[in-house]
């Protein structure tokens, strides 16, 4: 499968209770401690979604805006928007898989907040057809993932915080059954345009398996394998990543770094998710990074009992 | 019951070890109350499985002591039906009597282990069971110390395994059944902790001559995947440093193929293939066990395998109901 501009824009869906389609834009600011995480939905009912957060350490929600079961209006990709009571969400797919620009606001007690960005593509677009491990069906019919350069304002709180620096976005369409899911990481780490990564470390059924590029010395190269070392604060929320990862073309990189920034929230009745902002570096060069962790509830629950962590410390 | 003759062909120069490996002292057939008789999840605990693809039987024997006083045990004969062994005893609170682990009997198991590091003998009468079973085996034991990937605390303090040949005789409801054929047995104490693991895969196969044989355990730990194990072929062990293995489920999640590729420190390859025999899923606290006893190949010789794969029983049930 060959990506096609069109597919930065809404693909047919087949109905089904895990059928979806989904954006995400990453934004790590590890000068303002912040995570920016901006993350919009749509079913095969059309019925669409948003969550909007910025985030501090320990899941502490600076603003925040959720919103599900909203009719899409028809609306297509090149000019997306999910309101919400607490918020709003929007998104334009304008230069198709090179480019986009999109917004966010969240107003709740106490907090208020809104983003715009224009995120320009640093590489070509990157779907996980294109890996030896394809993209399992249980996740999506394709996704893409792309690496950017994102300039754009937060205002938190009226502060206005204006920023150029690197981002990430993914794209995928299709069926999501997270029953099928056992646990997953996903990491998208950039050092600077020339230099960025995302892996998705998938495991379900008993089987482990592989996602993702490399990008460096203007090569882009399909992941083949990762080994993952991370270790768990006493609420089972990362705290320390290393990574070394092995690409097609024999190149092995080399991720590690520290959380400074953490959401916690629920995807359906088994999943947890916590989306964590990094510090750290690629092949010993700085680099910023968003390492995701997915799991089952009943598992990552019996290890905060053990570590006496708190059941109720996420969302 | 006497040894097997085993045929084990001179290893060459090539495959000669590039370290030495762990060597257990034959204390280690025993007890070991200084790592495994206090202490929360203080565990020590043998396990004797004798698969026989050919009659379409899995037998299996399996005993712990918990906390250093509490021992319990298992035996059971798998056939055809994953969801009824055909013959299954289970005492949670067994009476120990005998001499540490070199002779003892755990309410109708008697348990011998006659030449240290080497050999058990292992016999049940009752309940309409009457069991025979010798092992020997055909390498010394292997530490999963000497794998990259070492020996988790969580798992135990120290755990070794062994390829070995069978020889017995089983009789139930009405059925005699001699067989000779390949099983496996490993030994472990210390800790252990199951809610650690997602899911594994536990593999174990060899020839029926003991020429060449293969334990491997994937084990996928905190979304990480761990291996341990060895290659035994051309008369050398050697610790596994990769391993690709991939299952075949039916609908209920029960493993009916089983295909891996595995290589060794030396450089080695081997291929493993295994098609369902006989099993039992086993049930034990928040996990279910798929215990198979399977016909297989290694390098395309005749083997018999013993798999097992742990899943998160509300997982399975999650996907299967």
Redesign the interface.
């Known amino acids: 499968m060959t990506l096609t501009p069109k597919d930065d824009l809404r693909h047919h869906l087949r109905p089904g209770p895990h059928s979806r389609e989904s954006l995400f834009y990453d934004l790590v600011l590890p000068d303002e401690g912040l995570l920016v995480f901006t993350y919009t939905w749509v079913n095969a009912d059309e019925q669409a979604g948003h969550l909007f957060a910025v985030v501090g350490d320990d899941n502490e929600k600076l603003a925040f805006s959720a919103t599900d079961g909203v009719g899409s209006g028809g609306r297509d990709f090149d000019d997306w928007r999910v309101p919400g009571d607490t918020g709003e969400v929007w998104v334009k797919h304008t230069d198709l898989l090179r480019g986009a620009s999109y917004g966010a606001s969240a107003e709740g007690a106490g907090f208020t907040a809104e983003l715009t960005v224009e995120f320009t593509g640093t590489h070509e677009a990157f779907d996980y057809a294109r890996n030896e491990d394809g993209c399992p069906d249980f996740i999506a019919d394709n996704r893409f993932e792309q690496g950017s350069r994102s300039r754009g304002t937060l205002t938190l709180n009226g502060r206005e915080i204006h920023f150029d620096t690197t981002g990430h976005r993914d794209h995928s369409w299709g069926t999501r059954d997270w029953?099928?899911i056992?646990?997953?990481?996903w990491i998208s780490a950039q050092v600077d345009d020339d230099l960025q990564l995302n892996v998705m470390?998938l495991?379900a059924?008993?089987?482990?398996t592989y996602h993702g590029y490399v990008v460096a010395d203007g090569e882009l190269q399909p992941v083949v394998h990762a080994?993952?070392?991370?270790t768990?604060d006493a609420n089972w929320w990362q705290k320390s990543l290393h990574m070394t990862i092995l690409d097609a073309a024999g190149r092995r990189t080399e991720v590690a770094g520290d959380r400074y920034a953490l959401l916690n929230f629920q995807a359906g009745e088994?999943i947890t998710l916590n989306e964590a902002a990094f510090r750290g570096t690629i092949n010993g060069r700085e680099a910023r990074m968003h390492f995701e962790?997915g799991?089952?509830r009943?598992?990552s629950d019996?290890?905060i009992r053990?570590l006496g962590g708190s059941l109720l410390a996420g969302s | 019951m006497t040894s097997p003759e085993l045929s084990v062909s001179e290893p060459s120069l090539s495959h000669r070890p590039t370290r030495e490996l762990s060597r257990f002292s034959p204390d280690d057939d025993l007890l070991h109350d200084e790592v495994s008789a206090a202490g929360p999840l203080a565990r020590e605990s043998l396990l004797l499985t004798a698969p026989i693809p050919e009659e379409n039987l899995l037998v299996f024997c399996y005993l712990w002591r918990e906390g250093g006083t509490k021992w319990g045990r298992f035996v059971f004969v798998a056939g055809e039906d994953m969801a009824k062994p055909l013959f299954l005893s289970h005492v949670d609170d067994a009476p120990f009597e005998g001499e540490d682990l070199r002779d003892f009997t755990l309410a109708g198991l008697h348990w011998r282990q006659p030449e240290p590091l080497k050999a058990a003998e292992v016999s049940f009468r009752g309940e309409g069971l009457e069991l025979d079973i010798r092992f020997d085996g055909i390498h010394e034991p292997f530490s999963w110390h000497d794998n990259a990937d070492g020996c988790p605390e969580w798992v135990a303090h120290e755990r070794f395994e062994q390829s070995g040949v069978t020889r017995g005789r089983l009789t139930l409801n009405g059925r005699t059944v001699e067989f000779t054929g390949a099983g496996h047995r490993d030994h472990s104490w210390g800790t252990r902790?199951w809610?650690y693991l997602?899911?594994w895969?536990w593999m174990n196969a060899a020839t029926p001559d003991g020429a060449a044989s293969l334990h491997c355990m994937i084990m996928?730990v905190?979304?990480?995947?761990l291996v341990n194990g060895y290659i035994n072929t051309a008369g050398v062990v050697s610790p596994i440093v990769d391993a690709r293995a991939?299952?075949d489920?039916d609908d209920q999640?029960i493993h009916r193929g089983v295909s891996g590729v595995f290589h060794d420190e030396l450089g080695r390859e081997m291929r493993l293939e295994a098609h369902y025999a006989a099993g039992w899923s086993m049930p034990i606290q928040?996990l279910l066990l798929n215990e198979i006893g399977m016909a297989a190949t290694l390098d395309d010789a005749p083997a018999t395998a013993h798999i097992e794969?742990g899943?998160?029983a509300?997982?399975v049930k999650?996907?299967t109901s």
């Not at chain 1, 080994?227 to 991370?230: G, I, M, V």
């Not at chain 2, 905190?222 to 995947?225: A, S």
Request: hydrophobic fraction near 25%; aromatic fraction near 12%.
């Open positions: 029953d099928a056992q646990d997953w990481k470390v495991h059924r008993g089987e482990t080994k993952t070392r991370a768990y088994r962790n799991w089952d009943s598992y019996a290890q053990r | 902790d809610n997602q899911h895969k996928s905190k979304g990480e995947t991939t299952a489920l999640m928040h794969l899943w998160p509300d997982y999650g996907l």
